[in-house]
């Protein structure tokens, strides 16, 4: 993965909600959820709603299919999978990351 590509998906992954709404469609798997089932599910404006869709599916996070006149939004699993590859193996080449031992209670 390029990093201009990994870029543009953790952008797009950068505002509540949108995390939340791609949080919402991965937890839905692969069938996804129609636009009306996002909207209820995350009570934001269909405008609101088309915007944040719209950054995520430019950033290849999201697919969206027509079925008759409902819109069915996907999670995109391969795109997130590839930019979960890109941080684990190319950010971190070469540095010793610290072992995070939790809080003790």
Do not use: W
């Amino acid at each position: 993965m390029k990093a201009e590509i990994a870029v543009q998906c953790l952008a797009a992954l950068g505002h509540v909600y949108r995390l939340q709404l791609f949080q919402l469609l991965v937890r839905a798997g692969k069938e996804g959820l129609s636009v009306g089932e996002i909207q209820k599910a995350l009570e934001v404006p269909a405008s609101t709603l088309a915007f944040h869709l719209r950054e995520l599916a430019d950033a290849k996070l999201v697919s969206q299919t027509k079925e008759g006149r409902t819109v069915r939004c996907q999670a995109n699993f391969d795109a997130l999978n590839d930019v979960l590859v890109f941080l684990k193996q190319d950010c971190c080449k070469g540095v010793a990351l610290p072992v995070f031992r939790g809080a003790r209670s």
